[in-house]
């Protein structure tokens, strides 16, 4: 008999292609899969397992209830409690997966303190709604007998550990389906700009003046989120073309009419460990990405990538691509990432698909 795996997400399934739709898909091959999020998406996409949606933790337990599930993978720090609430509830041993903005979310020391006081009085359900989380009630969690791991990047590891038990925290991976995306053919000449582009606080396309001297277009891939405010930046250079949104069925092909992809980011926590970047690597795509924090540098060098740290360096690092050696180390690079991996995450965790 397959393994019985409850997945709780957030507004599941999402037409942005992620870590959890990827989850999801790998899971749905080996054990059979039910996905239950308490928001609906706003642009709802294909789904290869049944999924639904929840208000409260009642109608959550409910469902889960009458899906019989061998264990719960709770996706997001947000949603600790819901697994948790399940697992006293049914006795299910249950794994958090951080998503990367939660690490913003552990640091209580930065919180004011009446903001801590609201914390203690709030409800931990009506505090998740805004991706809030109740110190108290993360403590619970972090005390649960069912809880058997936490994943998280590695680089933030040392902030999970003041709040988990060290035992408990495992690197979390990211993995992509490898095989789809290998391709060793020739990539076209063009260049592509994925992610966050333009700068909502200024309102204005990072990077702007080197994207305009670069002198040749670059096909920018807005994420798919509704209400954008790219459509009213003023100033968008004239060789930035904005391109429509492309289902991850099309993807691999997408990636083969490019030379080079420029990563979009700034700050230590601009950007995780990104899937475009194993998805680029294993395409052949030179990926070209400003310097972030070690782990996020090493992750694009090793795959044969550039870091720069000014955007000023930009134009001299595209004189450089394509390179074969490069393009090589991106393709071995891309395969250690490969979905397979997930089972030994698991496993790690002492969970195990039958």
Not at 8 to 16: D, F, H, L, V
Request: net charge positive.
């Amino acid at each position: 008999m397959k393994t019985r795996i409850l997945v709780i997400g957030n507004a599941y399934p999402s037409s942005s292609h992620s870590y959890v739709n990827n989850d999801v898909e790998y899971l749905a091959s080996r054990a059979e899969v039910l996905v239950l999020s308490k928001r609906q998406p706003p642009a709802p996409f294909f789904s290869p397992v049944a999924f639904n949606y929840f208000d409260n933790y009642a109608q959550l337990e409910l469902q889960t209830r009458q899906f019989k599930p061998d264990f719960v993978l709770c996706w997001f720090l947000s949603n600790h409690f819901y697994a948790r609430r399940l697992s006293e509830a049914l006795n299910l041993p249950f794994v958090l997966k951080a998503h990367t903005p939660d690490i913003f979310r552990l640091y209580k020391k930065w919180t004011r303190p009446l903001e801590s006081v609201k914390n203690w009085l709030q409800n931990e359900e009506w505090l998740s709604r805004s991706y809030r989380i109740s110190m108290p009630s993360l403590r619970k969690t972090a005390r649960s007998r069912n809880l058997k791991g936490v994943f998280c990047i590695p680089a933030f590891r040392s902030e999970f550990e003041e709040y988990f038990d060290k035992r408990l925290v495992i690197d979390m991976r990211p993995m992509f389906f490898y095989q789809r995306f290998l391709n060793t053919q020739d990539n076209g000449d063009k260049l592509l700009a994925l992610g966050s582009l333009v700068n909502r606080r200024e309102n204005q396309v990072t990077f702007s003046e080197t994207l305009s001297a670069i002198g040749e277009t670059v096909d920018w891939y807005p994420v798919p989120t509704p209400g954008c405010l790219w459509m009213n930046v003023p100033n968008i250079p004239a060789n930035i073309r904005i391109r429509h949104y492309v289902p991850p069925s099309e993807m691999p092909a997408l990636y083969k009419q490019y030379k080079a992809m420029l990563v979009v980011g700034r700050g230590k926590f601009g950007r995780g460990l990104p899937m475009s970047v194993l998805e680029a690597q294993a395409a052949g795509v030179a990926v070209i990405a400003p310097s972030l924090r070690p782990d996020f540098d090493r992750f694009v060098l090793d795959g044969g990538g550039f870091i720069f740290k000014n955007e000023s360096e930009i134009p001299s690092i595209l004189k450089q691509v394509p390179d074969q050696a490069r393009r090589e180390m991106g393709f071995a690079h891309s395969a250690q990432y490969a979905m397979e991996g997930l089972e030994q995450e698991l496993a790690a965790a002492g969970l195990k698909l039958q």
